[in-house]
């Protein structure tokens, strides 16, 4: 399935509840995460909200489709429209289409997009469909646990961050997300599959940014 190509928008009931009940006490700002070395350089031709596919291309990416049904918040609840949503992500093999990234011995994806662009709607509102990303060492033998990168431009505020999937199996060992503080506003929740797509599983996240 591919779903509209820019800026798409769902409302979410659990962020709307969330809005209606902050007016007395004020919500806990996003825990900022490292930006790692892997923001494209080159960004790509195609960049709009659905990433399972690449504009020109007949091909579907490789791996577990997903949607991702966002809200932009700030500390009291309001929506935080126009901001730009920037995101990026290693392919369900765990490389990241970077030239830093060349010593992977993953292949690259060339019908998995990678990265987009997006703006909040009105009601702070933001989606995308993707794939579920690849694990990969970091050296060590550590590794990292599945994660999307987000950089998130408002009007005054800037959060760069990461969102993670609950039960992961390498969630409790990976040393980013243990080190987010409070580890749960980073973690996105199970939702519902969206009528339209039936075959993608889907993530809900509340972005709390800090201002407001």
Do not use: C
Not at 60 to 89: C, F, H, M, T, Y
Not at 118 to 130: A, H, M, N, P, Y
Not at 143 to 163: A, K, N, V
């Amino acid at each position: 399935m591919q779903i509209s190509r820019r800026h798409l928008v769902l409302g979410g009931s659990a962020a709307v509840g969330l809005a209606a009940t902050a007016g007395a006490q004020k919500l806990v700002p996003t825990s900022s995460q490292d930006l790692g070395p892997f923001y494209p350089l080159i960004r790509p031709s195609d960049e709009d909200a659905d990433l399972t596919r690449v504009r020109g291309l007949k091909g579907v990416a490789s791996g577990d489709p997903i949607n991702v049904i966002g809200r932009l918040l700030d500390v009291k609840g309001n929506p935080v429209s126009g901001a730009r949503v920037e995101l990026w992500q290693a392919n369900a093999l765990g490389r990241y289409d970077h030239p830093g990234d060349a010593a992977s011995t993953a292949a690259l994806d060339p019908n998995f997009q990678g990265y987009a662009s997006l703006v909040s709607d009105d009601q702070g509102r933001f989606r995308f469909r993707t794939i579920k990303p690849g694990h990969y060492s970091i050296g060590g033998g550590l590794r990292r646990t599945r994660h999307i990168h987000f950089d998130i431009r408002g009007r005054s505020e800037r959060l760069i961050t990461q969102m993670y999937f609950p039960g992961e199996e390498l969630n409790d060992s990976d040393i980013l997300l243990r080190n987010a503080n409070p580890r749960e506003s980073v973690m996105a929740r199970a939702t519902d599959r969206l009528s339209g797509d039936p075959n993608a599983a889907a993530f809900a996240w509340d972005v709390i940014l800090n201002v407001g």
